[in-house]
């Protein structure tokens, strides 16, 4: 079974900077893509980055260039967010699973999720 944990949102000033990471554990083999979205109040959840097993990589426009997704080993996926803004603020969840072709992006793509961890920008 897929367990998928998040951990690091916290409350942020806008311009500031914050480390997600996210463990999943469980996974069966190596081609499990991970990714990041998130879900603001009142909006539906998106995607913001994703990491295929091949190592390409797909961000949602609105981060491009202020966020970047990495992995420190097979089970643990990490979002570093800069430059952050009030419309980043949001439940930021982590999710994993065997996508193939399909769109990394995509939240019907992915069966296993995290709980969300917070992340909130004032101003």
């Known amino acids: 079974e897929v367990e998928v944990v998040e951990s690091g949102g916290e409350v942020v000033p806008v311009g500031g900077s914050l480390r997600l990471t996210c463990i999943a554990s469980g996974l069966p083999n190596d081609e499990y893509a991970m990714a990041w979205f998130r879900q603001a109040p009142g909006k539906e959840r998106e995607g913001v980055a994703a990491?295929?097993?091949?190592?390409?990589i797909a961000y949602a426009n609105s981060v491009k260039g202020r966020f970047t997704i990495s992995k420190d080993n097979k089970d643990t996926l990490i979002l570093q967010m800069d430059s952050l803004q009030t419309d980043d603020t949001g439940v930021y969840y982590c999710a994993a699973d065997f996508i193939g072709s399909g769109d990394y992006l995509r939240v019907g793509e992915y069966r296993n999720w995290g709980q969300g961890t917070q992340v909130t920008v004032s101003s």
């Open positions: 990491l295929d097993v091949t190592g390409a």
